[in-house]
């Protein structure tokens, strides 16, 4: 060992390959941990695991657990409107991508949002006497573990790993996971998939999906989309370490299904995103236009009205099918057809 390069001396692409291995368990530890297990519980973890995860995100970020997943799961209860912490149609994009961090900061001294929100995180003596009470004293001793492993390098290295989550999460998911993308659900929020690999942000990428399913633990649905947190999510589960709690039921066309019945209703409102883009572009492709948006608006009452009955809604579901079916466009009619038959893969 020298003072100039540390224990360990690598090659100029040896530290890329470093720093792109430890952002990535941080991302990891960011998406399976904070996001999906703590934020929406949509997979359980061994204690083993977490305090794993907890260890590396004190050691790496400074991120105290109560207050990520109280201002996150207040975004998603305002989402894009007054008192979303950090929606692009609220500030700007400009905002929330280069201050991201700065609005997260401001959030999480608000005692009234984390009290609110923050339920159910650990209240152990590591989280209130160490992780919590001394939130920044992982990164201190982040940058002593650096110097020492490579030397005068490990400062630019540490200097990256405090940089990569507040631009990729805060700034990317956060700013432009609400502005550019695509989307697979007309979810009543802006939220998009900025692109269909979730690999650098560990899945969060997907996250029109999110907002779609929020207690999932998968983001994809697309055959063409990947959640590399999903994959890993798989392989925790695989070696007993994760039990995932909630995935997306997966639609599917019963061909001998020819009426509405309770089963098609929960397949309809399971998936009312997807219905109801369908619902609009068989709308569009009928050129006489008739009876519109009346026919939008009386499918979304399905969802909308909370204490009807499962059989009353199959009843209207079934009369407004085969009002439909009378209208006599084949967009519609088409739709229509798919929608008796449609249910859920169990
Ligand atoms: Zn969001
Ligand atoms: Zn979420």
């Known amino acids: 060992m020298n003072f100039i390069s540390g224990v360990i001396d690598l090659p100029w692409w040896g530290y890329?390959?470093?720093?792109?291995?430890?952002?990535?368990?941080?991302?990891?530890?960011?998406?399976?941990?904070?996001?999906?297990?703590q934020a929406h519980r949509a997979l359980d973890l061994s204690p083993g695991i977490s305090y794993f995860f907890r260890f590396w995100l004190w050691l790496t970020t400074g991120m105290v657990t109560k207050e990520w997943v109280a201002i996150h799961r207040k975004h998603h209860a305002k989402c894009e409107?007054?008192?979303?912490?950090?929606?692009?149609?609220?500030?700007?994009?400009?905002?929330?991508?280069?201050?991201?961090?700065?609005?997260y900061r401001d959030e999480s001294k608000n005692t009234e949002t984390i009290e609110r929100y923050g339920h159910l995180t650990p209240d152990d003596w590591i989280e209130r006497d160490i992780y919590a009470k001394h939130?920044?004293?992982?990164?201190?001793l982040l940058l002593v573990i650096n110097i020492l492993l490579?030397?005068?390098?490990?400062?630019?290295?540490?200097?990256?790993?405090?940089?990569?989550?507040?631009?990729?999460?805060?700034?990317?998911?956060?700013?432009?996971?609400?502005?550019?993308?695509?989307?697979?659900a007309e979810t009543p929020d802006q939220s998009t998939n900025i692109v269909p690999w979730g690999i650098i942000i560990?899945?969060?990428?997907?996250?029109n999906n999110h907002h779609a399913y929020p207690t999932s633990a998968k983001l994809s649905s697309k055959w063409y989309e990947f959640d590399i947190g999903w994959m890993y999510i798989r392989l925790l589960e695989k070696l007993g370490w994760a039990h995932v709690k909630h995935?997306?039921?997966?639609?599917?066309?019963?061909?001998?299904?020819?009426?509405c019945d309770e089963k098609t209703v929960a397949a309809l409102i399971t998936h009312?995103?997807?219905?109801?883009?369908?619902?609009?572009r068989a709308m569009a492709a009928d050129s006489q236009k008739l009876f519109t948006q009346d026919l939008?608006?009386?499918?979304?009452?399905?969802?909308?009205?909370?204490?009807?009955?499962?059989?009353?809604?199959?009843?209207?579901?079934?009369?407004?099918?085969?009002k439909v079916k009378s209208l006599q466009v084949t967009s519609l009619e088409n739709f229509a057809q798919k929608l008796r038959m449609s249910v859920l893969k169990s």
């Open 272 to 280: 009312r995103y997807y219905f109801t883009q369908e619902l609009k």
């Open 202 to 207: 560990g899945g969060e990428e997907l996250h």
């Open 135 to 140: 939130s920044k004293k992982g990164i201190g």
């Open 81 to 103: 409107k007054e008192g979303d912490p950090h929606s692009p149609h609220v500030y700007s994009l400009k905002k929330v991508f280069f201050e991201g961090a700065e609005l």
């Open 296 to 322: 939008l608006k009386e499918i979304q009452s399905m969802w909308e009205d909370k204490n009807a009955k499962v059989e009353e809604l199959a009843e209207k579901l079934e009369h407004w099918c085969a």
């Open 16 to 37: 890329v390959i470093v720093i792109l291995v430890l952002t990535h368990i941080t991302i990891a530890s960011v998406t399976i941990f904070l996001h999906r297990h």
């Open 150 to 184: 490579f030397g005068p390098i490990g400062i630019t290295i540490w200097a990256i790993q405090m940089m990569w989550i507040p631009v990729m999460a805060a700034g990317v998911v956060n700013g432009v996971g609400h502005y550019w993308g695509y989307r697979n």
């Open 247 to 259: 995935v997306p039921p997966v639609l599917t066309l019963d061909e001998q299904k020819k009426t």
